[in-house]
């Protein structure tokens, strides 16, 4: 079980993970508590657990686990579906920070009735939407993490408050 620092900001949550194990199982708190159109930027270095949260988020939200969750940094995007919602996972890695191809459809994950996980979010951050949950990833040592998601809106400071609940992270 992740170590959960409690913050007196409604809208933050800062943890530490000690391996791989428990940043995916934050991250399946966390697509657990996911509402349709959340929208989930992640940021943090090469090696730093992106890709792992992500397939957190994805065991949270009841995608099949034949549905090997991988980084897209090739093809840009995987849509994985069959789960309690779909999961699009967006890989900004490759991008030039600040230029966004309208070609790309980007808006449509963004708006979608999903869930959007984007590594690399901060090369599209003026295309965010304002509504959104950040989520960085710090590495402290070889396996542990410190990672800090932010509410920003209405809509995730919501969420954050459910994932906050006892009932999300302790079943994790």
Not at 8 to 37: I, P, W
Not at 45 to 51: A, D, F, H, N
């Amino acid at each position: 079980m992740p170590v959960v620092f409690t913050c007196e900001k409604a809208d933050l949550l800062e943890v530490k993970t000690r391996s791989e194990r428990e940043t995916m199982s934050l991250g399946e708190s966390l697509g657990r508590v996911a509402k349709a159109g959340t929208v989930v930027g992640l940021r943090g270095e090469l090696g730093s657990g992106k890709t792992r949260f992500v397939q957190g988020m994805a065991r949270g939200l009841g995608i099949p686990e034949r549905e090997a969750v991988t980084s897209p940094t090739f093809s840009l995007i995987h849509e994985y579906v069959g789960g309690r919602l779909p999961l699009y996972h967006i890989d900004l890695y490759r991008m030039k920070e600040g230029e966004l191809d309208p070609e790309l459809g980007l808006d449509e994950y963004l708006e979608g009735q999903g869930v959007c996980a984007l590594e690399w979010a901060e090369k599209i951050e003026g295309f965010l939407p304002e509504d959104r949950m950040d989520v960085t990833l710090s590495i402290e040592g070889p396996k542990s993490r410190r990672i800090v998601l932010r509410a920003l809106g209405p809509m995730h400071r919501e969420v954050l408050e459910r994932l906050k609940g006892k009932e999300a992270l302790s079943s994790a």
